[in-house]
């Protein structure tokens, strides 16, 4: 079956470092992959996707683009903020549309602390 | 303003009582989802919806139950029979239109507690 798997956390930087929390994934066909955010104590919020080899998300500084030779949608910003520390969470979606049910596969999440 | 909205934010539940979860979405979507959150993992499916009056089960279905009567609301209720409903609990949404046909937008949860 499909699965994400995410690297392990937490990660601690300092402001204004450079992030990559890599992802990697397995899946049948041609999956959507998804970059969503969670702040303690919220649910989840989409942060960027792409739904087709080499396409890139962006969103508030962050980017990631769909590698489907690597099978890998890794997480960068380059410059963090305080403001950037929560759980990451990458997911895939199977083809959704018509009878699919769009199902999301999530990795275990990432906790990001960023210090002043 | 569009969105999700789950009530309530904080529930306790005494031992062998079921509870039962709102999820209400104005985002006009057609399919909903429900989700347990267990520290330190990801995100696990327990319900899903596409159409009023229709529900599948997920991968941790057993202990509860869902209704779908409404499009905008997807009620969860967890039985005595769940073993160890201790969790963050998730409703999302989405439309199955081409455009964002594979996204899912989320609430902002309920934490039970079983005391």
């Known amino acids: 079956g499909d699965s994400v798997t995410q690297m392990e956390g937490p990660v601690t930087l300092s402001e204004e470092a450079f992030l990559t929390i890599n992802c990697t994934y397995t899946?049948?066909?041609?999956?959507?992959l998804f970059w969503y955010v969670q702040y303690p104590g919220e649910g989840l919020q989409l942060l960027l996707k792409?739904?087709?080899?080499?396409d890139k998300g962006s969103n508030k500084g962050f980017e990631a683009t769909y590698r489907k030779e690597t099978t890998s949608f890794h997480l960068e910003k380059g410059s963090v903020q305080v403001s950037d520390s929560a759980v990451y969470f990458c997911?895939?979606?199977?083809?959704?549309?018509?009878?699919?049910?769009?199902?999301?596969?999530f990795g275990q999440g990432t906790i990001l602390t960023v210090h002043p | 303003d569009g969105g999700i909205t789950q009530s309530p934010k904080y529930l306790f539940r005494k031992e062998g009582q079921n509870v039962t979860l709102s999820c209400e979405q104005n985002?006009?979507?057609?399919?909903m989802y429900w989700y347990r959150q267990d520290p330190g993992q990801g995100l696990r499916l327990i319900y899903y919806?596409?159409?009023?009056?229709?529900?599948q089960k997920g991968d941790i279905a057993e202990g509860y139950s869902v209704s779908r009567e409404k499009k905008e609301s997807f009620p969860l209720t967890v039985t005595s029979a769940q073993k160890n409903p201790t969790a963050f609990y998730l409703c999302?949404?989405?439309?199955?239109?081409?455009?964002?046909?594979?996204?899912?937008?989320f609430g902002p949860g309920t934490r039970l507690t079983v005391l």
């Open positions: 999302a949404s989405r439309s199955i239109s081409r455009v964002e046909a594979d996204t899912q937008y």
């Open positions: 899946a049948t066909g041609y999956p959507s």
């Open positions: 792409a739904t087709k080899a080499d």
């Open positions: 997911a895939l979606s199977d083809r959704a549309g018509g009878t699919s049910y769009g199902k999301l596969t």
């Open positions: 985002l006009n979507h057609d399919a």
């Open positions: 919806s596409q159409i009023v009056n229709d529900f």
